[in-house]
């Protein structure tokens, strides 16, 4: 398990960060907000457009800001968010 | 595992709780799971020991509850599978036959009927829950049963009751009572190459368009089980062809109902059973099942002897009701004397087809079954 | 149907053409599925061998939406009905989901001696605290003076405590989540699949609408934060000890031991008494 790690790692210039796609599949979300509430790095917020099932579903603030963690897409009761990595060469699903 | 050891063909000199038990193993069962009650204890306590000679399981459940559902799930993985039980059990049973009657399950229940109400008479006879095989359930629904008079029966209409199991994915009850499920006569076992065993349809399709309560020209699914890869659902509730729910649809529910219903009813021809005994010319008629028949019988011999035109209409099944037959005797015979060990219940379904003829209903209960005399006395006075 | 559902990376293990679920939003159960399947995802279980079964209730739903075999049994007798699935078919992995009145209340003796035999099914209970499809009555497992609809003045019954009544039954592994802890959960239900005999995990879940909004936890994220605060990881403690109130609760694996399954100790017999049944035969 990752352990949460408190102070930032002393190689963190050296070690990219990941660069996040984050997918939203609007129609699914039924507006719960726990992927909005529980990102760490706050990258969602509530978007003012409604879906098919008349609630605002998430939209990204800042997609440079998410580490991948995919919180977001374990929480989600309706499938209706997930990430995946840009790793230029080739992505991979997280 | 191999499925083909002894049978024991042959004549045996056996009970029939354990007749129906070998009936079971020769028609292919390979999972049992009940509970022990009285008077269908033996036909537990036999399989435990012979299932697994076979490479069959026995497994004794918490309840008669657990028992049915555990019956529905082992026909699921693909095995014949029954349970035995009489009336109390029954009762707990019930929901769960509607469960297999809603998923097709196919599966046999025997009820080997004691006196009743509640724990009533643990170890005598009634024919008290026959009504209770056919409406015993909530909701509308049709099912098959089938009636032994000896222990020759008890073995031949086991085996036929999973034939018709298979045939058309319902559960099947075997209505015994305690006399025929514990006296002992001689039984003849055919070999297993002299007995017409028959097998659910498997789908012919790839699971991709495979849809689980789709019927075939018969109103019969095939049916797919756990474990082939055909990834399919199957529930209680109201559902499609795909087997999803489907609750809210008023024309799913009244099509899946009368699909249902109509897999027995548009067979009955082929389903119902009877034993037509002197009824040629018969002005009176006894209609007996059970092991009452075996006094109507004897019953019917002696009125004959007397010179009375009488005859035996003895239905094998008792579900779906042989109103045919019924019917068709009414317009030639003059009575009917229906003797039964309850209080009325298949009394009221030959009235109902026998419309002008009037009928004779004998109820004796409590411990022994009608002597040969006092039906011999109902027909006399019938005439 | 919305074709979208497709792109989800774990929409193969799903019956999309059953989505969206039927459950409100914020409700916990589609978390559990969520976690079973990244769960059979890691495992890259064999979707050919997976039985989901499910009871009655909204979890119970769940069954529905896999895409694997699955049976959707009466109310309560899903661990009876799967006794026979895996006693048939000892290779079959069998996965009961389903919700604390189903499986502790009407249901209670199935899973006692299920337990007992150590047969190896792997139960995920879904405990929202009520009886959720049913508009909100009490359960087995309503917290005392909680709010439902049949204890309008509080609830004067004590709860269970399912991890202490799983331990206690014999069951083998033993855990306890939330849905917020959705990474344990799922490494949870990774492990307790690749155990053989009687697994249960509970995961306490909010039901908003109908158990939260009469208890003063109007929102799914309400109870979320709920656990937030209160849930604290004790694995291998005391499971008689393993508390839920308004302040603690208790969560984490208190059982993880080895003991043969029923249905090995069960065919080995059965086949030892076939061989020696067919030595006579011939």
């Known amino acids: 398990m990752p352990e949460r790690i408190k102070h930032k790692p002393l190689d963190s210039d050296k070690v990219p960060q990941p660069k996040a796609e984050i997918h939203i599949i609007k129609n699914q979300c039924k507006g719960c907000g726990y992927c909005i509430s529980f990102c760490p790095k706050k990258v969602l917020e509530e978007s003012e457009e409604i879906n098919a099932r008349g609630v605002h579903p998430p939209k990204v603030v800042d997609e440079g800001q998410c580490i991948v963690c995919s919180f977001c897409s374990a929480v989600c009761p309706d499938f209706a968010i997930f990430v995946t990595e840009r790793k230029g060469k080739e992505e991979s699903k997280a | ?264 009813l548009k067979n009955v021809d082929k389903i119902i059973k009877v034993e037509e005994t002197m009824l040629d010319d018969a002005e009176v008629v006894v209609f007996a099942y059970g092991i009452v028949a075996r006094s109507a019988l004897s019953a019917v011999r002696k009125a004959r002897a007397e010179g009375i035109k009488a005859g035996l209409l003895r239905p094998i099944t008792l579900w779906p009701f042989p109103e045919k037959q019924v019917a068709k005797m009414a317009k030639q015979a003059k009575a009917f004397v229906v003797p039964e060990m309850n209080c009325g219940q298949l009394v009221h379904e030959v009235e109902r087809w026998t419309k002008e003829t009037p009928v004779t209903f004998l109820s004796k209960f409590g411990e022994e079954p009608h002597t040969p005399l006092e039906i011999l006395e109902a027909i006399r006075r019938s005439r | 149907m919305d074709k979208e559902i497709l792109e989800h990376p774990l929409s193969k293990y799903l019956r999309t053409d059953m989505m969206p679920n039927i459950w409100c939003p914020g409700c916990g159960n589609g978390i559990v599925l969520n976690c079973f399947v990244h769960a059979l995802d890691e495992l890259k279980a064999d979707l050919n061998k997976l039985v989901v079964i499910s009871g009655i209730g909204c979890i119970g739903r769940t ?112 855990a306890r989540w939330t849905t917020l802890h959705v990474r344990r959960l799922t490494q949870s239900i990774k492990k307790m699949m690749q155990k053989e005999g009687f697994c249960f995990i509970e995961v306490i879940s909010p039901c908003p609408e109908v158990f939260g909004r009469r208890n003063k936890l109007k929102s799914g994220m309400d109870m979320m934060e709920m656990f937030k605060k209160v849930a604290v990881v004790e694995s291998f403690s005391d499971p008689a000890r393993a508390d839920i109130t308004p302040d603690k609760i208790v969560v984490g694996e208190f059982v993880d031991i080895e003991k043969m399954s029923y249905e090995k100790l069960f065919h080995e017999k059965i086949a030892q008494i076939n061989e020696r049944a067919m030595e006579k035969v011939s």
Request: include cysteine; proline fraction near 6%.
């Open chain 3, 63 to 174: 069954a529905g939406y896999t895409n694997t075999d699955s049976f959707h049994t009466t109310h309560g007798r899903s661990i009876a009905f799967a006794t026979g699935v895996k006693l048939a078919n000892p290779e079959l992995d069998i996965v009961i989901v389903s919700g604390d009145g189903d499986l502790f209340a009407i249901g209670g003796n199935h899973f006692i001696h299920a337990a007992r035999r150590n047969i190896g099914l792997k139960v995920i209970c879904v405990n929202n605290f009520n009886y959720g499809m049913t508009g909100g009555q009490l359960g087995p497992t309503t917290p005392l003076d909680a709010v439902t609809t049949t204890s309008p003045y509080g609830n004067s019954e004590h709860p269970f405590n399912l991890v202490h009544l799983a331990a206690a039954s014999g069951a083998i592994y033993v």
């Open chain 2, 1 to 264: 595992m191999n499925t083909k050891r002894g049978l024991l063909p042959g004549a045996h000199f056996l009970n029939g709780d354990i007749a129906c038990a070998e009936g079971a193993v020769a028609a292919g069962c390979r999972f049992f799971a009940g509970y022990p009650i009285t008077p269908a204890t033996e036909i537990a306590e036999h399989l435990s020991e012979r299932m697994p000679e076979f490479g069959g399981i026995y497994v004794q459940m918490e309840d008669e509850i657990a028992s049915m559902a555990a019956v529905i799930g082992a026909s699921y993985s693909g095995l014949k599978s029954m349970t035995a039980t009489s009336g109390p059990g029954f009762s707990l049973m019930q929901e769960n036959i509607g469960l297999a009657v809603m998923t097709e399950t196919p599966c046999v229940i025997v009820d080997i009927m004691r006196g009743g109400p509640s724990t009533g008479q643990p170890t005598l006879p009634s024919q008290q829950d026959v009504m209770q095989a056919r409406w015993g359930s909530h909701g509308d629904y049709e099912i098959i049963a089938l009636s032994p008079c000896s222990v020759q029966e008890m073995f031949t209409l086991t085996v036929e009751a999973f034939n018709l199991a298979e045939m058309y994915r319902v559960p099947v009850m075997l209505m015994g009572d305690e006399i025929v499920g514990h006296m002992w006569e001689k039984v003849l076992i055919p070999s297993a190459d002299r007995l017409s065993i028959v097998n659910r349809k498997k789908p012919k399709v790839s699971p991709e368009e495979y849809l689980p309560f789709k019927p075939d020209a018969d109103l019969v699914p095939p049916m797919a089980c756990f474990g082939e890869g055909y990834h399919f659902h199957a529930t209680g509730l109201t559902h499609n062809e795909h087997g999803y729910p489907q609750t809210q649809s008023a024309e799913t529910q009244f099509k899946l109902v009368h699909r249902l219903c109509d897999k027995i």
